[in-house]
Structures are given as C-alpha cells and as structure tokens.
C-alpha cells in the first residue's frame, strides 16, 4: 500500500532514521514499527476530533493501523514500513533525485502540485513462506548435502561426521525479508539433517544481510532498470499475437522459459485485459461477501489474522 503522508511527525521519522542524507528509509524492528503505529494512532484520533483537519487519508491510516497490530504484538518478520520522498509522475510517483534533504514542514506554504515533493509511505506485509516452498527448500539442502566428498559419496554422510564445532561455524546469510530467511533456515534444516522448528534454525544459523551488500540491486542501476521496464511496457501494449521477432525483441537471449512463457500469453494487450477483468469480478465478488456479512465482516479471521475489511481495502490502494 503506498500512501502520501504530510504530518510532520512523519517528516520527523525520515530525518531520524535517514542518516548521510538517505531520501528513502526501511523500518522493519519493533520499536520503528511502534513509533509509525504510534503515529498512525494519534492521526486517526486527531481525524475523530476534526480539529485540525488531517491531511492523510483516512481509511489507509486505518489499513496502516491494523496491518501494524496483525499478530497481537510488533514482532515477525514479515512487515515493513518504507519512506520515499518523490515526485508526481502522472497517476504514478517518480524518484526525486535533485533533494539534496529532507523538504521543509508541510505546515509550510506548498508550491504547486506538480512540482511539490512528496513524501510517500510503503507499506509491505505477508509473503509468507509456503508449506511447499519449505520443503521444496529443506529438499535441495538435502541434495547439497550428497554432493559432500567423503569415503562413501551420494550418502550425504560426509558433513554430518564433522565435528560438532565444525558444524556450527557454518554461516547462512540471507537479505532481511522474512521469506529469504526462512527459506535460509529450510535449506539448512535440509543440509545439516537437523531437527526441530525453522524458528530455532534461523535464530542461531541465519546471519541477516543488514546492508543489503550480497543483493545485485544498486541505486547506479535505477536509470537502465527504468529504461527497461519502459521498452518492456512499450512493446508489452501490442494488441495481436506476438510473432517469433515480436517475442525476441521481448527476450533477446531466447531463454526457453521465457520463450515458452510468451508463447503461452500470445497477445500481451488481450492478456492484461484478461487479468484486470478476473481482478475485478474477485473485487466484486469481495464486496458483495462483505455486504451479505455486514459487521460480522471485521470477525472473519483469513490467512495469518486478515480481515475481509482489510483484504477489500486493496481495491481502494
């Protein structure tokens, strides 16, 4: 959910958190999270009292707030708040590159709309790791394993005669997505035979990625990554079946897969028509479960405590 956000308690949070100049901040611990949670709170109490008028929009500092306080407690791996100041990019946000810091109080005069810098808040939560993404994990941590030399290869047994101490100075790392590392913990479950609950795993054998430092992903690629995904969405708005030349200027490489894929799809504008109409028939189909329940709609419990309230507030994002 991406939201804008004017309150200077927000603008007080990037400059808390945004060190050497950062224009864009990751909240992920418990105690930012607390302070974004806190804040949504105090804004939707300001909005009852109506004085002064709370320039957010309501009903996504309310998704914010029941997001923040899923699972009963702050803890989890699987949330995230993200700041960004940009710009207005059509019915999109553009990356503002020229702010040198953090733009004044927005209690200050404003310049004209198109030209304002935004403050824009990202909101991110679930991605949970399947069942099977687990196993499928665990499995392959299996299969490294064997490819251990040792006197009697393909047993998988030549690691697991390591000493004790040996064992434990192997180190995983992964990035800090929730689903990353615990599909790190399944992998080392797999490798090293171990028991018990991945919880345990990823506490004492999973290293967290902190700076980001192992991901290809650098700010130097924003333009060429930009300028791809536009050739992309160019020639992804041809309305008739793609030809082969069609499909390799798509996939220069011919990679099988992708290929395959775009034989599959054949005509890319008819195929994301396809996709916004079964998008809006599960919408409507969501608003007329929420209107048949009524107010019992805020007590259907879905995956991982949603609400039928908060999965309908998709459509309004």
């Known amino acids: 959910m991406k939201m804008e956000v004017f309150d200077e308690k927000f603008h007080a949070l990037v400059r808390k958190y945004g060190k050497d100049g ?32 709370v320039r957010e929009e309501i009903y996504k500092l309310e998704r914010l707030k029941s997001v923040l306080e899923m699972y009963g407690s702050l803890s989890g791996i699987n949330r995230k708040v993200q700041f960004r100041y940009c710009c ?27 030209s304002r810098v935004l403050l824009l808040l990202i909101l991110k939560w679930g991605g949970e790791l399947t069942t099977a993404g687990c196993a499928q994990a665990e499995e392959l941590g299996k299969e490294f394993r064997t490819l251990y030399q040792d006197d009697d290869p393909g047993t998988g ?24 590392q615990m599909t790190a913990a399944a ?9 018990g609950g991945l919880t345990s795993i990823l506490v004492s054998l999973v290293h967290t990625d902190e700076k980001n430092s192992m991901l290809d992903y ?13 050739r ?29 894929s775009l034989r599959a799809v054949k005509n890319p504008f008819a195929a994301c028509k396809l996709v916004h109409e079964l998008v809006w028939s599960i919408k409507n189909r969501l608003d007329a479960r929420i209107a048949k329940r009524g107010s019992s709609a805020y007590e259907c419990n879905l ?8 999965m309908a507030a998709d459509r309004k994002s």
């Open 218 to 230: 650098s700010s130097n690629m924003t333009p060429i990554m930009d300028s791809v995904k536009a």
């Open 22 to 53: 950062k224009k864009h901040i990751k909240l992920k611990t418990p105690s930012q999270l607390k302070e974004v949670l806190g804040i949504a709170r105090y804004l939707l109490n300001e909005a009852e009292k109506g004085n002064p008028p």
């Open 157 to 180: 047994l030549g690691i697991l005669r390591l000493h004790s101490t040996y064992r434990h100075d192997l180190k995983i790392y992964a990035s800090d997505e929730g689903r990353v």
């Open 88 to 114: 207005r990019k059509g019915s999109g946000y553009a990356r503002n590159k020229k702010l040198a810091s953090p733009p004044p109080s927005p209690d200050a005069a404003p310049p004209s709309t198109s």
């Open 303 to 310: 995956f991982h405590g949603e609400s039928l309230i908060l």
């Open 187 to 195: 992998f080392a479950k797999g490798l090293l035979a171990l028991e």
């Open 232 to 260: 992309l969405h160019q020639l992804m708005q041809v309305d008739e079946d793609m030809k082969e030349e069609d499909m390799l200027d798509v996939a220069p490489t011919g990679t099988a897969s992708l290929m395959a």
